[in-house]
């Protein structure tokens, strides 16, 4: 804001008056539409949001600006949600009031209804912090708004290209976004991705990075979304002493030299204790921790160095940050485990390759007795192109489709997905098409052998909507209730 | 036996959209004719032939590194042309669809050489275009349909003499405005569509199988396949593209 509008701004004069009035109906609008469509058994994250932002353009400014501590974002492809539930939980254990758009809604409106939520009918916003992930796109527009204390980036892949055009355009979002954060503040990256490293930008923020040091079997998956080939600074050949999955690891260029940067915060060790949790040593700049960490998969081990870096910017001791990701829980939607009977189902949100191939990954840890349903919509929050698909390897999965009971496929494109598994090696015959998502879930449930696992991979509104089917079967409880 | 050599272009750069699809699509239904395949994947500097491909194939890439092979594919300029007139097939997704022409203006407005084997030129739009697409392809009597994905921001427009791979139903095309989608030259095909293109349109991928043999003059008859679920697909996406939901969500130009 410039000087006079500043002194404007606090002259309590007119306009003032008339923002106050507008903050005020905004809150209430949002709030009522919320209660509104929850009765219609709907999350709410959308509508409210995007009304309230028609009303008052300035709301999630105001309503932050009266937090103690500032805000976060969480931004990048992958591992939004998991970070930020893991921030928030670290920031909770060590005292603090959060409000955070659990439910994954990211853009604008989805920050906006989520700091509706948490603020009183008169406006006001108890708390001290506010962790928001944020969508790529939304980033540099959402800075320029909230102004946040800090920024994490996670990754970037090729993620719902029909919205960005390509990766160039993610990174230069980002870039903006950076730009745009107050030089006091400090960020938090990913030494491991050469794309996220390599974005310039004029901030002279805090820079913490975070990477893996450890020893991980080869990754014999096809990395279609290793987009990142060729070196970000001079275009040449990158190489990698260390792949750990896609395109992040340990990586320089032989002609101009651009290298991972020596990480700050370091996961340095992992062993599997009895209990058959993982036990990680982490490095940090003055001391090593060792703490047990209950979710799965690689991915999170970076959504957990994420978290670990930016507790320790902002100051939380060691023995708060450990306490607190030893209870970490899946998030809504990311590994979620429900069970039914003798029967567990394990829900898994698919949006590009690299997340879905590590689902995969999971997946074929697992003994027999698999039944799967794949759930595909192509509504914009989903991503309009489906071709993204082609690039998952399904093969994988049809290399063991003897230890499978049930191959289902729902959702606006399930006939996509049913080609998608001929073309994998599936026999025609072994694939069920049910495009129906609710019915589509009664199904697999029946066609998963007792004692079996049903694994639910679905796109973002398919998710949501078998979300409120379970619910509905009394499986979960929406986020909301959490 | 019959056999096909299939070479695919510079897949470490030009793999966006799902190309993995198109080859995968190539190979599948190629096994399930009984013809083998074999395929050769080059690289930007790797020694090469053409005269021992039947057909290549190149996907689409992003702007650095479509620059990157560019400069490649312009040193096997003469031996590409001289495939080209013998026959071989090619099948070119939207960026080096785009290279085939003589030139691409990019968003910066710098021009970009292309390799002009294909009398078509590219200039950047100032929007992108997306959504999914249906076009009539008159490469069968009747004409059949095909079904895809674009996703671009290059409008391309063809020369007076050239054929377009077909004229598009719902979508925008080469260039938004003309109704055409994609270009015919020879055995050359190159278009925009992606999605992927080939596991949703069969007919498209046993026309490219079919040209790749009669190119060596193997006589072979493909067999007569079960696509039944191809076909859904293909319908579904044609329900798909006219209906309000998707008319909503597409940009316009």
Request: proline content about 4%; overall charge positive.
């Amino acid at each position: 804001m410039r000087k006079e509008q500043l002194q404007k701004f606090h002259t309590g004069g007119f306009n003032d008056r008339l923002f106050v009035t507008k903050l005020l109906g905004a809150v209430w609008a949002g709030k009522t539409l919320m209660i509104l469509t929850r009765i219609l058994g709907r999350g709410g994250t959308t509508l409210p949001g995007r009304i309230a932002l028609t009303i008052a353009p300035r709301l999630s400014s105001s309503l932050i600006g009266q937090l103690a501590e500032g805000s976060l974002i969480v931004t990048g492809t992958n591992g939004k949600t998991t970070t930020t539930a893991l921030i928030t939980g670290i920031l909770k254990e060590a005292g603090f009031r959060c409000v955070h758009n659990q439910s994954g809604s990211n853009m604008a409106w989805g920050v906006a209804s989520a700091l509706i939520e948490a603020s009183s009918w008169t406006a006001k916003l108890p708390g001290n912090y506010a962790v928001m992930e944020v969508d790529e796109g939304a980033f540099p527009g959402v800075t320029q708004s909230i102004q946040p204390r800090g920024i994490v980036l996670t990754n970037v892949f090729r993620d719902q290209l029909d919205r960005y055009g390509e990766i160039d355009n993610i990174r230069n979002s980002l870039k903006r976004g950076l730009e745009a954060q107050p030089t006091s503040g400090f960020q938090v990256i990913n030494a491991d991705d050469p794309s996220l490293v390599s974005i310039e930008n004029n901030s002279c923020t805090t820079r913490w990075t975070y990477g893996l040091d450890l020893d991980l079997p080869t990754d014999t998956f096809q990395n279609t979304g290793r987009d990142i080939k060729t070196c970000p600074r001079c275009q040449k050949k990158l190489n990698y002493d260390k792949i750990y999955f896609a395109h992040l690891g340990h990586y320089h260029c032989p002609s101009c030299n651009y290298r991972r940067p020596e990480p700050d915060i370091k996961l340095t060790g992992r062993r599997i204790n009895s209990a058959g949790t993982a036990v990680l040593q982490i490095s940090l700049p003055n001391e090593k921790i060792e703490l047990a960490f209950p979710l799965l998969g690689t991915y999170n081990l970076y959504n957990l160095l994420a978290a670990v870096t930016c507790a320790q910017a902002l100051s939380i001791p060691v023995r708060v940050i450990s306490q607190a990701l030893e209870k970490a829980v899946p998030s809504f939607g990311r590994m979620e485990t429900f069970k039914l009977n003798n029967k567990t189902i394990i829900m898994a949100l698919i949006k590009n390759p690299v997340g879905a191939n590590e689902v995969l990954r999971t997946i074929l840890t697992q003994k027999d007795n698999i039944a799967i349903l794949m759930a595909i919509n192509d509504k914009i929050a989903d991503g309009t192109d489906v071709s993204w698909l082609w690039d998952v390897d399904f093969e994988q999965l049809s290399a063991v489709k003897d230890k499978l009971s049930a191959v289902l496929v729902s959702g606006l494109r399930a006939w996509d997905m049913a080609v998608r598994f001929k073309y994998a090696g599936f026999n025609p015959d072994q694939i069920q098409i049910e495009e129906e998502t609710n019915l589509a879930i009664n199904k697999a449930i029946e066609k998963t052998p007792p004692g079996g696992l049903l694994f639910i991979l679905p796109t973002y509104t398919a998710m949501l909507e078998i979300h409120r089917t379970l619910n509905k079967m009394g499986l979960g409880k929406p986020y909301w209730e959490d | 036996m019959a056999l096909i050599n299939i070479y695919h272009l510079y897949p470490g750069h030009l793999n966006l959209y799902g190309d993995r699809g198109n080859m995968l699509a190539l190979c599948r239904r190629a096994g399930w004719h009984g013809i083998d395949i074999a395929v050769i994947p080059v690289e930007p500097g790797d020694k090469i032939c053409f005269s021992s491909c039947d057909l290549l194939f190149m996907g689409g890439g992003q702007d650095s590194d479509q620059q990157l092979v560019a400069e490649d594919l312009k040193s096997r300029r003469d031996e590409m042309r001289k495939a080209i007139d013998a026959g071989m097939t090619i099948f070119a997704v939207c960026g080096s669809y785009q290279l085939l022409g003589h030139y691409y203006v990019t968003s910066q407005g710098k021009q970009i050489d292309g390799l002009g084997i294909v009398d078509l030129y590219t200039e950047t739009g100032q929007k992108r275009l997306i959504g999914n697409a249906v076009v009539n392809c008159s490469l069968w009597k009747p004409p059949r349909t095909l079904v895809g994905f674009e996703n671009h921001a290059g409008k391309t427009y063809l020369g007076s003499s050239l054929k377009p791979l077909g004229e598009v139903i719902t979508g925008y095309g080469n260039n938004g405005t003309d109704k055409t989608e994609g270009a015919v030259y020879k055995n050359v095909i190159g278009t925009y569509l992606h999605g992927s293109l080939l596991p949703k349109n069969p007919w498209l991928t046993d026309y490219l199988l079919q040209k790749a043999l009669s190119y060596r003059n193997q006589k072979y008859q493909l067999l007569s396949l079960d696509d039944t679920l191809e076909k859904q697909a293909h319908r579904a996406t044609i329900r798909l593209a006219s209906s309000r939901r998707h008319k909503l969500q597409s940009t316009r130009a």
